[in-house]
């Protein structure tokens, strides 16, 4: 059997299971709100913007500035995004 590098506490295990929690619970709940109220269309948009939002989580959490290509990258996606949600 696999050990791991650290022993199973319960802050570790809040940290494993809060964000899938977070990540497939309550997104995809919203999202499927989302598909209910709205255009589809609109909210498929939105929703694929959630990878781009990450950057700024991690950039938070991990205290780490993004690649500028990545700040980038992630500028354009959101101002693609809104092109698309405005016309």
Do not use: R
Not at 40 to 53: E, N
């Amino acid at each position: 059997m696999l050990q791991g590098q650290h022993p199973m506490s319960p802050k570790l295990l809040g940290q494993t299971i809060l964000p899938g929690f977070i990540g497939y619970g309550i997104s995809s709940s919203m999202l499927l709100y989302a598909y209910a109220n709205i255009d589809a269309g609109i909210a498929a948009v939105l929703g694929s913007l959630s990878p781009i939002l990450v950057l700024s989580v991690l950039w938070i959490v991990e205290g780490q500035e993004p690649k500028p290509l990545a700040v980038v990258g992630a500028l354009l996606a959101i101002l693609g995004t809104s092109l698309i949600a405005i016309a």
